[in-house]
C-alpha cells in the first residue's frame, strides 16, 4: 500500500497551524512538522495538537534553533532524507504548510489520487484560494502568478510528489525553491501525463497574519513582503469554510473569525486599485 508523509515547515503560525494540522491528520501515514524557532504560541498549540490526535497517525515533531539566514533546502533536504531511510516505508510527499488549510473533500482527493495511481504519476497540482484582508475575501484571478503546463495563468500549487522520482532533489531557497529530477528539470515539468491536475483547493493564508502578533510575524523572513492591504473578492453567503475551522480546539488556538479593521479596510481601499492596475497594465 502506498504510504504519504506529511511535511509542515513552520515558524510564527499560531493563528492557523492548529487548523492546518486538524485538515489534514486523518489522511496521510506520517505528520512530520518542524518547528525553526518560534517565538509565540506555536509550538504550543502544536504540543497540544500531539497530545490531541496522538495513536490516529504517527506524527513527528521537531523544534530546531536557527542561526543566521533561514536556509528553507537544508530543512526540506532533512525531512526528505528522513523519509527517504533505509527503511523506505514512505512513497509520496505532501507538503502542507502551517497557513494552509484543507477541506475535508480536497484533501480525500488528493490522497485517494495517491494511493490509486501513485506507482503511475509523479505529481500532483492543485487550485488554492489565497485570503486576502481577512478569511472572508480572497484574491482575484489577475493576482494568480503561477503557470504550469496545460494550465492558464493562475492561483495553484504543487503540493504531492512522488519521492522516487530519478535523481530527486531540491533547490533554490526560501520564495524560489523546488524540486528537480536526475537531468536538473523540475518535477513539474517532466512527462505531463504524470502530473495531475485535481481540481482539490484549500485556502492558503499566506497574505494574513499568521502571528497571534504581527511583530512576531515580522521575524519570519520575507514574511512582511507577503502581508497585503487588499480588498479581494467576497466569498459568497452560501459559501462553507473547511471543517477544520468547526472542529473542537484548545482555549489557545487564535480565533480567526475576525474582520478586518477600519484603518486596514481604509488603507486597503486605497492600495487595491493600483495593484489592480499593475497586475493588468505591468509589462
Request: net charge positive; glycine share 4%; aromatic share 14%.
Amino acid at each position: 500500500m502506498i504510504k504519504i508523509s506529511a511535511h509542515s515547515l513552520v515558524k510564527n503560525e499560531a493563528r492557523f497551524i492548529w487548523y492546518s494540522l486538524c485538515s489534514i491528520i486523518n489522511h496521510v501515514d506520517r505528520l512530520r512538522i518542524v518547528d525553526t524557532g518560534s517565538t509565540d504560541n506555536t509550538t504550543k498549540i502544536i504540543d497540544e495538537f500531539i497530545n490531541t490526535y496522538k495513536g490516529s497517525t504517527e506524527i513527528i515533531f521537531s523544534k530546531e534553533i536557527v542561526t543566521g539566514k533561514f536556509d528553507e533546502k537544508k530543512f526540506r533536504d532533512e525531512m526528505f532524507t528522513k523519509d527517504n531511510s533505509s527503511s523506505n516505508d514512505i512513497d509520496w510527499i505532501l507538503i502542507t504548510d502551517g497557513d494552509e488549510i484543507w477541506w475535508d473533500e480536497s484533501i480525500r482527493k488528493v490522497t485517494e489520487k495517491i494511493r490509486e495511481e501513485g506507482n503511475k504519476i509523479e505529481s500532483i497540482i492543485v487550485p488554492v484560494f489565497n485570503l486576502v484582508g481577512d478569511i472572508f475575501h480572497y484574491q482575484e484571478k489577475a493576482a494568480g502568478k503561477y503557470k504550469f503546463k496545460g494550465l492558464p495563468r493562475g492561483h495553484y500549487n504543487l503540493r504531492a510528489y512522488n519521492k522516487n522520482i530519478p535523481g530527486l532533489h531540491s533547490k533554490g531557497e526560501y520564495g524560489v525553491f523546488g524540486w528537480f529530477d536526475e537531468d536538473n528539470k523540475m518535477i513539474q515539468e517532466r512527462d505531463s501525463s504524470k502530473v495531475k491536475f485535481i481540481n482539490a483547493p484549500y485556502l492558503h493564508a499566506t497574505h494574513l497574519q499568521r502571528s497571534s502578533e504581527i511583530t512576531k510575524d515580522f521575524e519570519v523572513v520575507k514574511r512582511k513582503q507577503k502581508f497585503k492591504h487588499e480588498i479581494g473578492k467576497s466569498f459568497t453567503k452560501d459559501f462553507y469554510f473547511p471543517e477544520a475551522f468547526f472542529k473542537s480546539r484548545s482555549p489557545f488556538v487564535p480565533n480567526i473569525w475576525e474582520t478586518m479593521d477600519c484603518l486596514f479596510k481604509f488603507r486597503s481601499y486605497l492600495e487595491t486599485p493600483l495593484r489592480m492596475f499593475k497586475r493588468r497594465f505591468s509589462i
